[in-house]
């Protein structure tokens, strides 16, 4: 759409990137499909868009990040967990990157991981209604074991554009037993230096390369700008949502798009 102002596109992917970089959607699948009708930006945009939604969510964690800070036993614990999950997708991704891996942009592989991901949690939600029905309550208490599957888990959505970092998180911790909030909770936190790690490598790799001194920085300041304040917003609200809703309407939120897609195909 070339007749939309270089502005309003910038706008449009910062609010796209700020509202599903934290909800179980994908936000590299959907920016690789508003990609198609909108101006193409550059990967170190998408970058630093990403990052303004990382940063923007800190603050909504002051009390967890507190306990991080002032070096309480819980706070420790808790801190390594993240550490453990950060560290497994690190090495993965950079054992991926050496390798040469790059996201195919083709709208088949995104169609079928958000209708995957959809009829997952749908799936396993069912079996949370089902244990809970049978007395086994869901627990806060994020283990070795968890952390390990959510460093994988982060792996997998790397892999598979459409996966979705917090939603495959999200079902490991659910399917594991982990309540939804201490699920959100931990994945969010996990994300952080997960995507600022990811982030700053590759802008690292831009200034090595030179491919950065053509960068529209103002397009860049607005598109980090809008990104960070819907990011906060749509954070505040989804850790109110989680306390009281599950995650079922997102699963059929992706089997729609999914579907939507796979019509986009049919008729491309």
Do not use: C
């Amino acid at each position: 759409m070339a007749w939309i102002p270089e502005w309003l596109a910038i706008v449009l992917l910062g609010i796209i990137e700020g509202v599903t970089e934290f909800l179980p959607v994908s936000s590299t699948g959907h920016l690789l499909v508003a990609e198609r009708w909108l101006p193409r930006q550059t990967d170190l945009f998408n970058i630093v868009i990403q990052t303004g939604a990382v940063v923007a969510v800190l603050p909504l964690f002051r009390e967890r990040l507190r306990s991080v800070f002032t070096f309480t036993e819980a706070g420790r614990a808790y801190a390594a967990k993240v550490a453990v999950a950060f560290v497994i997708t690190a090495v993965g991704g950079f054992a991926l990157d050496k390798a040469g891996f790059r996201l195919p942009e083709e709208l088949l592989p995104i169609a079928v991981a958000l209708l995957v991901g959809g009829v997952l949690f749908l799936g396993i939600e069912r079996v949370v209604a089902a244990r809970q029905s049978a007395g086994r309550t869901l627990h806060d208490d994020v283990s070795w074991g968890i952390a390990v599957a959510v460093g994988v888990g982060q792996l997998l959505a790397a892999v598979f554009p459409g996966t979705s970092r917090s939603g495959s998180t999200i079902l490991i911790m659910l399917l594991l037993g982990l309540s939804r909030v201490a699920a959100t909770e931990f994945t969010f936190l996990v994300g952080i230096p997960t995507i600022m790690a990811g982030g700053g490598y590759k802008i690292l790799k831009a200034l090595k390369g030179g491919t950065i001194d053509g960068e529209n920085w103002p397009m860049v300041g607005l598109g980090f700008a809008v990104s960070a304040l819907v990011s906060f917003v749509v954070v505040k609200w989804l850790l109110r949502y989680v306390q009281t809703h599950t995650f079922a309407a997102f699963g059929w939120y992706r089997i729609a798009l999914g579907l939507v897609l796979f019509g986009i195909m049919a008729f491309d």
